[in-house]
């Protein structure tokens, strides 16, 4: 059984930087190809993947919108993972998840039912 704690979310004004944090615990299936990823979730609007990492050589992938701006990265234990968002701006403001899963073809495929309860972040002009 997995499970993620979120934390590090808040209110920041346009041009802000703010770095979530998910902790991870507990053992997958054991198949290794595990991935972290960061989703985010504005009201009225459908889940959209942000960034994810893949825990067997770090390679990390994201989304449009948060190239150049966002990174993603886990620490050596691969129980952390870590989004650094910088430059942020209003259509940033989500609740943002983190989620694991699987990864394949440089995509990470959340688990079902391996996600976070998430952290609000704010982005106000």
């Known amino acids: 059984h997995v499970q993620l704690v979120e934390s590090g979310g808040g209110s920041v004004q346009v041009g802000g930087s703010l770095t979530l944090s998910c902790a991870v615990s507990?053992?997958?299936?054991?198949?290794?190809?595990?991935?972290t990823g960061w989703f985010r979730q504005a009201p009225g609007q459908e889940r959209e993947g942000v960034a994810a990492?893949?825990?067997?050589?770090?390679?990390?992938i994201y989304t449009d919108s948060a190239k150049g701006r966002f990174t993603i990265s886990q620490d050596n234990n691969k129980d952390m993972t870590y989004l650094q968002m910088n430059s942020l701006k209003p259509e940033d403001t989500a609740m943002y998840y983190c989620?694991?899963?699987?990864w394949g073809g440089g995509v990470c495929y959340p688990a079902a039912g391996y996600w976070g309860q998430g952290t609000q972040v704010t982005v106000s002009s």
């Open positions: 990492i893949y825990s067997g050589d770090g390679s990390a």
């Open positions: 507990g053992n997958g299936d054991g198949s290794g190809y595990w991935c």
């Open positions: 989620a694991v899963g699987h």
